[in-house]
């Protein structure tokens, strides 16, 4: 190859990881929108905008998915000022700024219930509260067979219906992006979180689980976590998302049969 091209074959690669990053941008709940943190504007803005999922400080992943970063992303895990009221049984429609193709991978949403139904105090970041509530991870049959790139083609949204069981109270939904391109280097995995804070209002009677704990569960040596994109796609290896199974109370996958 000569020098001229390998360069721009660099340049190119790089434009499109850039490009690949994304966002929580804003959540859709009964045709009402409600804003996430605005990366990039409301670091900027005084006093701090209220917003219904919590900060984060770029677009970029979680730089050490062992730490607390991996709980709400990046950015503090500061409480936002906002709850959003929904029912049990909603569906919730998670907007991302923009998802590229480049970073294919499972989507994944867990649930935890904020200790004393408030989600302001609550951070989450110890003991097993977090429940798995809806998952794609790769269909090879499926068009297009990676989760991450049907959230793409659904123009980088994504929905997820709450446990129609789940009792009244206040939690916090994570919903997470695991990106796989460069999943074959340990510590590689490029995970996408962000936390929303719901109220259910009405519901029915199950409590949450045990579930996982975050940071804690995501092994660096996890199969979900180190493995290597090219051969799942090539059928040499299969592929299971960390974090555990989905609850067996959650509803059906809203965006497509599984998995
Ligand atoms: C958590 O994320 C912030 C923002 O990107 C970063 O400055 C910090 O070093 C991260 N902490 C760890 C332990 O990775």
């Given at each position: 190859m000569a020098p001229s091209t390998s360069a721009v074959v660099v340049l190119s690669s790089l434009a499109s990881l850039v490009a690949g990053h994304g966002y929580l941008k804003s959540i859709t709940v009964n045709n009402q929108n409600y804003l996430a943190w605005q990366v990039g504007q409301d670091d900027y803005v005084t006093p701090t905008p209220a917003r219904y999922a919590r900060k984060l400080a770029n677009n970029g992943p979680v730089p050490d998915f062992t730490s607390n970063n991996i709980t709400c992303g990046a950015g503090g895990n500061i409480p936002a000022e906002g709850v959003i009221d929904l029912k049990a049984g909603d569906t919730v429609t998670l907007n991302w700024d923009q998802w590229g193709s480049s970073h294919s991978g499972p989507v994944m949403t867990y649930l935890a219930h904020c200790t004393g139904d408030d989600c302001k105090t609550f951070k989450g970041d110890t003991g097993n509260v977090w429940v798995k509530i809806e998952q794609l991870e790769y269909n090879p049959s499926g068009n297009p067979p990676w989760a991450s790139d049907l959230l793409r083609e659904q123009g980088a949204k994504w929905s997820v219906t709450i446990p129609p069981t789940l009792a009244p109270g206040e939690y916090r939904l994570r919903h997470e992006i695991l990106g796989l391109?460069?999943?074959?280097?340990?510590?590689?995995?490029?995970?996408?979180?962000?936390?929303?804070?719901?109220?259910?209002?009405?519901?029915?009677?199950?409590?949450?689980?045990?579930?996982?704990?975050?940071?804690?569960?995501?092994?660096?040596?996890?199969?979900?976590?180190?493995?290597?994109?090219?051969?799942?796609?090539?059928?040499?290896?299969?592929?299971?998302?960390?974090?555990?199974?989905?609850?067996?109370?959650?509803?059906?996958?809203?965006?497509?049969?599984?998995?």
């Amino acid at each position: 190859m000569a020098p001229s091209t390998s360069a721009v074959v660099v340049l190119s690669s790089l434009a499109s990881l850039v490009a690949g990053h994304g966002y929580l941008k804003s959540i859709t709940v009964n045709n009402q929108n409600y804003l996430a943190w605005q990366v990039g504007q409301d670091d900027y803005v005084t006093p701090t905008p209220a917003r219904y999922a919590r900060k984060l400080a770029n677009n970029g992943p979680v730089p050490d998915f062992t730490s607390n970063n991996i709980t709400c992303g990046a950015g503090g895990n500061i409480p936002a000022e906002g709850v959003i009221d929904l029912k049990a049984g909603d569906t919730v429609t998670l907007n991302w700024d923009q998802w590229g193709s480049s970073h294919s991978g499972p989507v994944m949403t867990y649930l935890a219930h904020c200790t004393g139904d408030d989600c302001k105090t609550f951070k989450g970041d110890t003991g097993n509260v977090w429940v798995k509530i809806e998952q794609l991870e790769y269909n090879p049959s499926g068009n297009p067979p990676w989760a991450s790139d049907l959230l793409r083609e659904q123009g980088a949204k994504w929905s997820v219906t709450i446990p129609p069981t789940l009792a009244p109270g206040e939690y916090r939904l994570r919903h997470e992006i695991l990106g796989l391109h460069v999943a074959g280097t340990r510590m590689g995995a490029q995970f996408y979180p962000s936390c929303t804070q719901i109220r259910v209002t009405q519901g029915g009677s199950t409590q949450l689980p045990a579930g996982i704990a975050l940071p804690g569960a995501y092994d660096p040596d996890d199969k979900g976590i180190l493995t290597e994109l090219w051969r799942i796609d090539q059928g040499q290896i299969t592929y299971k998302a960390p974090g555990r199974d989905v609850w067996s109370e959650a509803a059906p996958n809203a965006n497509r049969p599984g998995p």
